[in-house]
């Protein structure tokens, strides 16, 4: 029984990717509706790719307040459970804070480094970057900025990650 329903969780969530990718009923309600509600039972299955989309989808879309912090947790779920896109996407929120999480650098660098060290290219490369322009609290370290620049070169074509909030964005409209 428990395989059966880890194989139906599986395609609830291949179902709700294809759907939220599909380029028919662009900005529909109903469609983001049905993509959301499926996201939603694929993250209470525990899906921790489901649980990093659903949450992005409520932080970035949620209609309230408690939409947005419920999205916040689930995203940080899905980072703490070892997900590159949801820890490179934590970082990013405590890099610039919300209402849900107050700006924290130290939080974000840690975030970032764990993102990268999973293989995501974006966070290598925010690391490279701060490091070269002393951001984040980091000192100007060329070093370690080109230790961060040959960690993304060495990432596997593959395994990469999603680069930004905006490539995800425009699979979520």
Not at 34 to 56: E, I, K, P, W
Request: glycine share 8%; charged share 25%.
């Amino acid at each position: 029984m428990l395989r059966s329903a880890q194989v139906f969780t599986q395609f609830e969530y291949r179902l709700a990717s294809r759907l939220m990718q599909a380029p028919w009923l662009e900005g529909s309600t109903h469609k983001r509706r049905l993509t959301l509600h499926l996201f939603r039972r694929c993250a209470n299955a525990g899906h921790v790719d489901a649980l990093s989309t659903y949450g992005l989808m409520l932080f970035r879309r949620g209609q309230s307040a408690r939409d947005k912090a419920r999205g916040v947790r689930c995203v940080v779920q899905a980072a703490e459970a070892g997900h590159p896109e949801a820890q490179y996407q934590v970082g990013h929120i405590y890099e610039h804070g919300c209402t849900q999480i107050a700006r924290r650098e130290d939080r974000a660098v840690t975030w970032y480094a764990r993102a990268a060290e999973a293989g995501h290219v974006g966070a290598a490369q925010r690391l490279s970057r701060a490091f070269d322009h002393g951001e984040l609290g980091l000192p100007v370290d060329p070093e370690r900025s080109r230790h961060w620049c040959l960690a993304d070169s060495e990432a596997p074509m593959p395994g990469r990650q999603m680069t930004s909030v905006s490539e995800q964005a425009s699979v979520l409209q």
